[in-house]
């Protein structure tokens, strides 16, 4: 499927929708500088791993506060990177939430290792400790937390359960840029953090991109390997890994747009707050489930989820789509639910947060740019629904 993320400007006569996203409001202002970037690395040559790359891994780690960051092709490359890079393999068990993308477990299941699907906590949408702490198990390998819709999942719970069991902590941090929890960035608390530069994502490039971040020496090589082919030196393999290699114009992209991200950051947290005073004004704050701020760190809100209950979501999203406000389910199915581990022997009900969360959930539009005017009309629509 081909998504025109350019194309999703509502009209400027008038609020007539509201798109769920809208990327050229804030690319239009910096088309200049990528062009002027993606020009230089024409005039070199410098297509894959070039000094954008180096740059771009520089500002990551910086701001990430790691010692090392290693780009890589894809987010869901970095997942897939950093199991191979700890051992996973047959045999072994990962656990992880069933409510995420299937990039989390998709890498856990290439290797030929089984994910440990774990519930949520209703009101972070992230993995419950008390379920990791629940499903350990000899075989446990690795523990695999999302920071889902741009908050912090419970790492003080999670370092504890992986310090008393011995085992590493990977961070599915796709979503979650700057987040914080107690002071430490994400991508930090774990062995390895893995970040998404997919479009979407609160610092997004112009197609694939993800990156890698650890504290560990030896384990940023052995990773730097691994995204190509288990090279070093040239055409000496230690390891069998893949190619994965970041390009240099993606790499120049996110460069561009790497100053603005706090700032962007900053403007979804003000949308989330805005839209907790309009629901409340609206007296709708008794009626849906808004979402909450609880983590004891920063949220970089990536996401606006809400939660619709008694089985009105869907209504509720085609009374919005008639009024071209853009929505999304992220996700309509738990992955433990999904016909592709069907047979891990899942049953109905074994998970059940996280499939009243998949009933109840739907996103907003929340982009840096989006306007009071707009989030206004979408909390008006959404009373006009229930009225």
């Known amino acids: 499927m081909i998504v025109n993320l350019n194309n999703m400007s509502s009209s400027k006569l008038g609020i007539q929708g509201v798109p769920l996203l809208d990327l050229g409001r804030q690319h239009s202002p910096l088309k200049d500088q990528v062009t002027a970037a993606l020009g230089r690395i024409w005039d070199t040559g410098a297509f894959i791993l070039g000094p954008e790359v180096k740059q771009l891994e520089a500002n990551v780690a910086e701001y990430c506060r790691v010692k090392h960051a290693i780009g890589c092709a894809s987010g869901s490359d970095?997942?897939?990177?950093?199991?191979?890079?700890?051992?996973?393999?047959?045999?072994?068990?990962?656990?992880?939430?069933?409510?995420?993308?299937?990039?989390?477990?998709?890498?856990?299941?290439?290797?030929?290792?089984?994910?440990?699907?774990?519930d949520i906590d209703p009101l972070t949408f992230n993995l419950a400790p008390s379920e990791v702490q629940r499903l350990l198990r000899p075989a446990t390998k690795a523990i695999l937390p999302v920071h889902l819709f741009g908050q912090c999942a419970d790492m003080d719970a999670m370092e504890r359960i992986a310090g008393s069991a011995g085992i590493p902590i990977i961070e599915d941090?796709?979503?979650?840029?700057?987040?914080?929890?107690?002071?430490?960035?994400?991508?930090?608390?774990?062995?390895?953090?893995?970040?998404?530069?997919?479009?979407?994502?609160?610092?997004?490039?112009?197609?694939?991109?993800?990156?890698?971040?650890?504290?560990?020496?030896?384990?940023?090589?052995?990773?730097?390997?691994?995204?190509?082919?288990?090279?070093?030196?040239?055409?000496?393999?230690?390891?069998?890994?893949?190619?994965?290699?970041?390009?240099?114009?993606?790499?120049a992209v996110l460069n561009v747009k790497f100053p603005h991200l706090d700032r962007w950051s900053e403007a979804r947290a003000a949308n989330a707050r805005r839209y907790a005073a309009m629901f409340a004004a609206a007296g709708l704050d008794g009626v849906l489930g808004l979402p909450r701020h609880v983590s004891p760190g920063r949220h970089v809100w990536n996401q606006y989820v809400i939660r619709v209950p008694n089985g009105q979501r869907d209504r509720l999203r085609a009374f919005l789509a008639e009024a071209k406000i853009g929505t999304e389910i992220y996700y309509p199915l738990g992955l433990h639910a999904q016909e592709c581990f069907r047979h891990l022997g899942y049953t109905e009900g074994e998970l059940p947060e996280t499939e009243r969360a998949s009933r109840e959930v739907l996103a907003l539009p929340i982009f840096p740019e989006l306007t009071a005017e707009e989030q206004q009309y979408v909390v008006d629509r959404i009373a006009a629904f229930f009225a």
């Open 78 to 118: 970095a997942l897939l990177l950093a199991l191979m890079a700890l051992g996973i393999g047959p045999g072994d068990e990962v656990i992880l939430p069933s409510f995420t993308f299937f990039a989390t477990a998709g890498a856990v299941a290439r290797l030929g290792a089984r994910p440990v699907f774990a």
């Open 173 to 251: 941090c796709a979503q979650a840029i700057g987040a914080e929890f107690s002071g430490r960035r994400a991508g930090s608390m774990g062995r390895i953090g893995c970040f998404s530069f997919y479009p979407t994502k609160n610092l997004g490039g112009a197609g694939d991109g993800g990156v890698m971040t650890t504290n560990d020496d030896a384990l940023a090589q052995k990773l730097r390997m691994l995204r190509v082919h288990g090279m070093e030196p040239r055409y000496y393999h230690k390891f069998v890994g893949i190619n994965s290699r970041l390009d240099s114009f993606q790499a």
